[in-house]
């Protein structure tokens, strides 16, 4: 079977979910790659209107600056992040250590690392309302190259002789086809690598203490699990707190979080934050979320792609779920622009993309499942880790630039 030049005209790309990765993507082909036609299939109606969703998404440097340049950053309602806090909830030192240093934490500001800001933090419904906007645009001014089929499910791709066939009611041939469908992991199909962290996130907005710094990120170790304070605007957060389902009562499933009302939860919180944040002044009701690894273990199989959550789901600890997908999507693209033979590109992609993916589907990993383990003194090592981490400036600005832009 011979390869497709990527150069030749004509190069047709299916891209199946239009969310913030598969919009980007989208964007950025049509814009790189004048002469592919690109498709984007959605199962949601063109009428339906996205910019209401609120669900909080925390966008890194590298994913706000890509957007800017695809023109798909919204000029209002994101709230910068200036300022990263981690710290672990008391007491996570040896006695002696915390009496002489106090309690350790890990501080990273967008001014030590010359940049304007770490990232930002805007509402699910803004960021693809902004790149619907721009895409919609595209395709306005390239109707024959650039087509929207939202409405329209993908309920198959199989491979075919050069190709793939999409079918979405018709069975169409495309020369590559690549899938950044989303989900969360509850109710995703099993991948090759999967695993159940026992651990639900509790997701929210509270009100912030008066006098509490504005554009700071605040991450907590608990006992329980991470819970993490993205700022909002007018003095809000928004709340991702995990926990372990297996430490409360037998009634509410295991989930100590599921039996409180909304004042006990923030009398809860109000004890997990440090004093910079609190006391928190006011939560709206929480929606929770299954937690768990599921991820595909390569990027490409044949002509198909997936990237995102449809390549793999992780554990919100670090927050790095999104960023990564849209690296996936930029990278793709690189590939695909330089030319050559298409299945060459996509081997390249695949071993370019591991050292970041693998990296940070480790790492978060990693973190998820220490929260389960028992072990004697495994506190007191996770705070000496983060003094450590603080007091090695050169260390703490190669962890802040990898959270901006990913491992290079």
Request: proline share 7%.
């Amino acid at each position: 079977m011979s390869s497709t030049p990527i150069a030749t005209p004509g190069l047709r790309l299916a891209i199946v979910g239009a969310g913030p990765v598969g919009l980007a993507l989208a964007l950025d082909a049509a814009r790189r790659l004048p002469e592919a036609d690109i498709s984007v299939f959605d199962a949601r109606p063109p009428e339906r209107d996205v910019s209401a969703d609120p669900r909080t998404l925390a966008l890194s440097l590298g994913s706000v600056q890509w957007l800017q340049r695809l023109g798909a950053w919204p000029a209002e309602g994101m709230q910068p992040i200036l300022e990263v806090n981690v710290s672990q909830q008391p007491p996570s030192a040896p006695p002696l250590f915390a009496a002489l240093f106090g309690e350790p934490e890990v501080r990273i500001a967008a001014h030590d690392e010359a940049v304007p800001m770490l990232g930002a933090v805007l509402s699910y419904g803004r960021i693809v309302a902004a790149l619907q906007q721009a895409w919609l645009a595209a395709e306005a001014a390239q109707p024959q190259r650039l087509h929207t089929r939202f409405g329209t499910p993908v309920g198959a791709i199989k491979p075919v002789a050069g190709g793939v066939e999409v079918d979405a009611g018709i069975a169409e041939r495309f020369d590559l086809a690549v899938v950044a469908e989303g989900g969360v992991f509850a109710e995703q199909a099993r991948k090759a690598i999967r695993r159940d962290y026992r651990q639900c996130a509790w997701v929210g907005t509270v009100e912030l203490a008066p006098g509490a710094a504005r554009g700071v990120a605040y991450e907590r170790f608990t006992r329980h699990g991470p819970a993490a304070l993205l700022p909002l605007a007018d003095g809000r957060a928004s709340l991702v707190w995990c926990v372990r389902t297996d430490e409360g009562d037998e009634s509410d499933g295991g989930d100590p979080v599921a039996g409180l009302d909304d004042a006990q939860r923030l009398a809860v919180l109000n004890t997990l934050f440090p004093a910079a944040v609190t006391p928190l002044a006011a939560i709206t009701p929480l929606k929770r979320f299954a937690l768990g690894l599921n991820a595909e273990r390569t990027l490409v199989d044949g002509r198909t792609v997936r990237i995102g959550n449809a390549a793999q789901t992780l554990h919100p600890v670090a927050g790095q779920g999104l960023n990564l997908g849209l690296r996936d999507a930029a990278e793709l693209v690189n590939g695909l622009r330089r030319g050559g033979d298409l299945d060459a590109a996509l081997r390249r992609l695949e071993w370019q993309r591991a050292p970041d993916r693998w990296a940070m589907i480790a790492t978060t990993d990693f973190l998820a499942r220490s929260f389960t383990w028992v072990l004697p003194g495994a506190g007191a090592a996770r705070g000496l880790g983060l003094a450590a981490l603080q007091a090695v400036p050169g260390l703490k600005s190669v962890i802040a630039r990898q959270m901006m832009f990913g491992r290079r």
